[in-house]
């Protein structure tokens, strides 16, 4: 059977699945005497400071921003026990801390300001006068003051 070695993240960026470990456990929900029996569930921890794979300025960006997912040392958990099998669930994990660090990872792009144009103006100090009018009708006259 053909291992793959890596996680790949990016094209330019590929994690050693040497420096990512896996715990199994039993899952919970539905499924009966088979879930009380066998481990499917998986937990995948990642540790960012002793990974070779990111730069320190990619360590650096996933700490801030999975900063909610990573505990106190410095691992990466991730559960996934959707599955009902624990290869299944591990790929899943894989591609889930794949696509999370992806995510991590993404440039933010910088807002350009923009000024709106003038018929955008316009436009819009047409309608604040049309809604004004608007408004004005429903006002209460006063008829018996003349």
């Known amino acids: 059977m053909n291992q793959r070695q890596w996680c790949t993240i990016t094209p330019s960026i590929r994690i050693p699945l040497s420096e990512i470990s896996f715990s199994f456990s039993r899952s919970s929900g539905s499924g009966g005497q088979h879930v009380n029996k066998v481990n499917t569930r998986v937990t995948l921890h990642f540790d960012i400071n002793?990974?070779?794979?990111?730069?320190?300025?990619?360590?650096?960006?996933?700490?801030?921003?999975?900063?909610?997912?990573?505990?106190?040392?410095?691992?990466?958990?991730?559960?996934?026990?959707?599955?009902?099998?624990?290869?299944?669930?591990?790929?899943?994990?894989?591609?889930?801390?794949?696509?999370l660090l992806r995510q991590a990872l993404q440039q933010k792009k910088v807002r350009r300001r923009t000024c709106p144009d003038r018929g955008a103006r316009e436009r819009r100090l047409q309608a604040k006068r049309l809604r004004s009018r608007l408004k004005a009708q429903r006002r209460r006259t006063d008829y018996g003051r003349e």
Do not use: P, Y
């Open 50 to 99: 002793a990974s070779t794979g990111l730069t320190d300025r990619q360590k650096q960006l996933v700490r801030q921003r999975l900063a909610g997912r990573i505990s106190r040392r410095g691992i990466l958990l991730l559960h996934a026990d959707r599955r009902r099998s624990q290869r299944a669930n591990r790929e899943e994990a894989l591609a889930r801390f794949a696509a």
